[in-house]
């Protein structure tokens, strides 16, 4: 099966700054990858995905880079702001027929130094 | 749009009784449902996939018997957990995909359950 690893664990940036998160997978025939942000007791949620035929995804401040030959994919976030600071799990999965399951990272927990 | 419940958001049973989940799509429907469990400071661990009308996919270590799976419509997926002790104390979670979608999961806020 697909497992994802994901670098650093915690994550510590000054206000402004940019923030980068990184994961790779194993299984090379993965072709979905979403990145969540979960606050502590609340539910994960979609911030940004990219699928395996687009090499980069932008949304405002965040951006998503996929390289498949290295089976890595990274979440980069500028401009950081207080309200940034959660846990981000990144994710990836195969396709499946429509049952395509989610393999979490272990997660990135990410502070944002006022 | 694309929003998930889940009922009750936190629950606290005795040891050895059951205790129903229960996951709602609430503006979309969701052929297929998926139940994690959370432990602190943890990462998402997929418990099973549930397809509308068919049984539940456990993954590889969840007991069947265990945790009850029901997708009886295409909008409600029921988690029950069967006989708890306090080591099923954890957040669980479902997310729905929305019909004819691939990929993308919803998640719903999660359930608290203690097991005293």
């Known amino acids: 099966g697909e497992n994802v690893e994901q670098h650093p664990s915690t994550l510590s940036v000054q206000e402004g700054d940019s923030a980068v998160i990184k994961c790779t997978y194993s299984?090379?025939?993965?072709?979905?990858f979403p990145w969540y942000k979960q606050e502590l007791g609340k539910r994960p949620q979609l911030i940004i995905d990219i699928r395996s035929n687009v090499g980069e995804k932008k949304d405002q401040r965040i951006a998503v880079t996929l390289n498949k030959t290295a089976k890595h994919f990274s979440l980069h976030i500028t401009e950081t702001q207080p309200e940034d600071s959660a846990v981000y799990f990144c994710?990836?999965?195969?396709?499946?027929?429509?049952?395509?399951?989610?393999?979490f990272g272990t997660g990135t927990r990410l502070t944002i130094i006022p | 749009g694309a929003v998930v419940s889940q009922h009750p958001s936190w629950v606290i049973c005795k040891s050895g009784t059951s205790v129903k989940i229960e996951c709602r799509s609430l503006d979309f429907q969701a052929t297929t449902m998926f139940w994690y469990r959370q432990f602190p400071k943890q990462s998402l661990m997929l418990m099973a996939t549930?397809?509308?009308?068919?049984?539940?996919?456990?993954e590889q270590g969840v007991e069947k018997d265990k945790f009850l799976i029901n997708h009886a419509s295409l909008t409600l997926s029921t988690l029950t957990v069967t006989s708890a002790h306090p080591e099923d104390s954890s957040f669980y979670i479902c997310?729905?995909?929305?019909?004819?979608?691939?990929?993308?999961?919803?998640f719903g806020p999660g359930t608290r359950l203690t097991v005293l």
């Open positions: 549930s397809n509308e009308g068919s049984k539940a996919t456990y």
């Open positions: 997310s729905a995909k929305l019909a004819g979608v691939v990929d993308t999961q919803y």
């Open positions: 994710a990836a999965s195969l396709p499946n027929f429509g049952n395509e399951k989610l393999t």
């Open positions: 299984d090379s025939a993965s072709n979905y």
